[in-house]
């Protein structure tokens, strides 16, 4: 199974902006589709943003749409999401893993999770 090391969270005003990353292991990464998710306190893991494995193609959730980009670097089996005008509502541990991407959306592949990163968004 694929290691996943997702960086870049931090404390942020709102209306301010953050990049996260997150690193695969393996030679695989170009072959995989990504996503995104977050987990809020006493809430359920939630769909972020979700890219195809040619970068072609990216999926988003409507909380996010118009704020947050993701992209990847396939030479750098990484995946970012660049994340804009940040609201206290997306305080959250967000974590990245391999997705399934189908007519309901994206689903995630491993069962597993990282650590994750923490986003917390002072209003």
Known sequence: QVQLV????????????????????????STYNM???????????EFVAAMN??????YYADSVKG???????NAKNTVYLQMN??????????????VV????????LFGSWGQGTQVTVSS
């Open 6 to 29: 997702e960086t870049g969270g931090g404390l942020v005003q709102a209306g301010g902006s953050l990049r996260l990353s997150c690193t695969a292991s393996g030679r695989a990464f």
């Open 35 to 45: 996503g995104w998710f977050r987990q809020a306190p006493g809430k359920e893991r």
């Open 53 to 58: 494995r040619s970068g072609g193609t990216t």
């Open 67 to 73: 704020r947050f980009t993701i992209s990847r670097d």
């Open 85 to 98: 005008s940040l609201k206290p509502e997306d305080t959250a541990v967000y974590y990245c893993n391999v």
């Open 101 to 108: 991407l189908g007519v309901a959306g994206a689903k995630p």
